[in-house]
């Protein structure tokens, strides 16, 4: 069966940590949409790498990783994070293996994602500017390049037949980049992509749930980014949420079993976009602060705020999450207070749904208060010594979501990942 693992909130969950934690338990951890604009951050032998497009799954020697078709992968991004990999010890082409209908990031993909974000002014999406939103428009417009057109001897043609349909939208949008630089480079890398093990990737991964091996499907960004179901306009580019495992890797709905859904014990959001919870004082900077809340690819600071579970429970709903994960719930150890988000307050009216559109209303969050822990949680290794005021909480969001935390982050290494029967 294929068990997911996936962000609920605008991304930034912590879910590299877990999918490590979750690998040893599977036979194949495969990524099944986003692109590089995606950081996930792993601690291996006390290191910080942060992956990009690589499955959380490499650093283990026995288990398989698949990029899979609903991944947008920028081959230069990809060489880059390999030698990363490879600085580890890590051969990372024995384990390794990409869809032929993975699409491909251009050079004049970041070109078009750069005009564009520009041509927006104020109202700019807060793009990471990798092109991933030009190469998913490609690709629903059918103009794209695949991983399998590589190997094709008119793969050149094709690309200058694209790059010249770029170059006129670019015109078009009085925009110039000299990609000279870009261009040598990105060739470069797609004949180091050449050398991996490129796949039919549904028949791939098919063909080993017919041999009983497991798979974990791993998810980039965060649910409320989805194309569909997220804060649109200011949202990615693929389905984030646990049905694009299906259209991103090529598996029946029945082949899914649990749905890991991973939040932090507060929220944060980086970019632009409406945020019901965002806190301007400084409970949000000392969150900011405690939590080192920088973006691991872009390095912006994280806006922070209290946990929303109004758009936490949408976000269950949407994915049908089985299991919750907390993270960072140490961060919270030095606070007074705490509070939750039970419900939306707009017009008067106080409404526990997430609102079609929320840049058009006022948003006031209602929430319910709860007394801090005041403890260092860092150490503890078992639920039964997690102090009681921290359960309170924890079980109130249990109640309010219908959904149980069976697993709290309580650190950023491996071994602090507390289960709770």
């Known amino acids: 069966m294929v068990d997911v693992l996936l962000g609920l909130q605008w991304g930034d969950e912590g879910k590299g940590k877990i999918v490590d934690y979750f690998a040893p338990q599977y036979d194949i951890i495969a990524r099944f949409q986003g692109g590089p604009n995606a950081g996930h951050t792993l601690y291996v032998n006390d290191k910080k790498v942060v992956l990009h497009q690589i499955p959380s799954g490499i650093f ?95 793969f050149t043609t094709q690309y200058i037949r694209l790059r010249l349909k770029h170059e006129k939208l670019l015109t078009s949008l009085n925009f110039h980049e000299d990609i000279t630089a870009w261009e040598e480079e990105w060739f470069e890398a797609i004949e180091f992509l050449k050398t991996f093990k490129i796949v039919n990737g549904e028949y791939f991964i098919n063909e080993k749930l017919k041999e009983g091996k497991s798979v974990l499907a791993e998810g980039a960004q965060g649910s409320m980014l989805d194309v569909d179901f997220g804060t649109f306009p200011f949202v990615t580019s693929s389905n984030t949420i646990s049905a694009g495992v299906c259209t991103g890797l090529g598996v029946a709905p029945q082949k899914i079993r649990d749905v890991i859904g991973v939040t932090k014990a507060y929220c944060t959001r980086v970019g632009s976009g409406p945020f019901p919870t965002e806190l301007h004082d400084e409970t949000g900077e000392e969150l900011r602060r405690i939590g080192s809340e920088f973006g691991a690819t872009t390095g912006r600071p994280r806006r922070c705020g209290w946990i929303d579970l109004v758009a936490l429970n949408f976000a269950c709903m949407v994915n049908g999450v089985t299991k919750l994960v907390m993270t960072k719930a140490d961060v919270l150890d030095p606070f007074d207070e705490l509070k939750v988000c039970t419900a939306y307050k707009i017009n008067d009216k106080l409404v526990k749904a997430v609102p079609f559109q929320m840049t058009r209303m006022a948003i006031e969050p209602e929430y319910k208060s ?52």
């Open 60 to 154: 283990h020697e026995n288990t398989l990783n698949l990029i899979g078709n609903g991944v947008v992968l920028d081959p230069v991004i990809f060489k880059k994070e390999c030698d990363k990999v490879a600085e580890f010890g890590v051969d990372f082409r024995k384990n390794l293996y990409i869809s032929e209908r993975t699409h491909l990031i251009l050079p004049t993909h970041r070109a078009l994602d750069k005009a564009s974000e520009i041509a927006k002014g104020n109202d700019k999406i807060g793009s990471t500017l990798k092109g991933i939103g030009p190469a998913y428009m490609d690709k629903t417009g059918r103009n794209g390049l695949r991983v399998g057109d590589m190997l094709d001897k008119s």
């Open 370 to 421: 709860f007394k801090g822990w005041k403890t260092d949680i860092t150490a503890l290794q078992s639920a039964a010594a997690l102090p009681v005021v921290m359960k309170d909480y924890v079980t109130f969001i249990n109640d309010y979501l219908g959904v149980k935390v069976a697993w709290i982050s309580n650190g950023p290494g491996r071994d602090q990942l507390i289960e709770i029967q």
